[in-house]
């Protein structure tokens, strides 16, 4: 169980390094589409490839955030709840956006499958094959429909969850 755990929590981590790199080649094409603006050149597709970028950092970093506690979550309602009434609202909201990434991650995969089955290319200049940024996306809601689950059994076998909060988070400020 120890190596599972490690393993997912790799994953989450590795998730999230690829998303901050995603946001690290926004930056560099953002740089290379103003240098070329500035010597008369043209970059085409750098709005489609930064546009790719950001679904993809989007995605890949939502189990990452999920698991440092950096989603919204209502906690001012799960506080004011008995410590049963919390697990049994968490469970549930575990639950249901578990089922919800799932039904996204197999129509999701659908839709990568058929954009590469029919060879789909972007309407810009990049010319991209869609299934290429749209795996990136995919990749991203199955680590999260993964992290999701993982609270969810977490929850329903050990009677917490996987969430924790950074150590500055909860650090008081002056």
Not at 4 to 33: S, T
Not at 59 to 70: D, E, I, R, V
């Amino acid at each position: 169980m120890t190596q599972i755990r490690r393993a997912l929590d790799a994953l989450y981590l590795a998730a999230g390094v690829m998303a901050a790199l995603c946001l690290i080649a926004i930056l560099g094409l953002i740089v290379l589409q103003m240098l070329a603006r500035w010597t008369g050149e043209v970059f085409p597709g750098a709005p489609e490839y930064a546009s790719y970028a950001m679904a993809a950092a989007s995605f890949l970093a939502f189990a990452n955030a999920l698991n440092k506690g950096s989603h919204i979550r209502v906690s001012i309602v799960l506080n004011a709840l008995s410590p049963g009434a919390r697990r049994w609202l968490d469970a549930f909201c575990f639950a249901v956006g578990a089922a919800v990434m799932w039904y996204f991650v197999y129509y999701g995969y659908r839709f990568v499958y058929w954009s590469w089955k029919f060879k789909d290319v972007s309407q810009g200049q990049d010319r991209t094959l869609l299934w290429q940024p749209q795996s990136l996306m995919l990749a991203g809601a199955v680590i999260l429909a993964i992290a999701l689950t993982d609270n969810l059994v977490s929850l329903l076998f050990r009677g917490q969850n996987r969430i924790r909060r950074d150590t500055v988070d909860d650090a008081p400020s002056h």
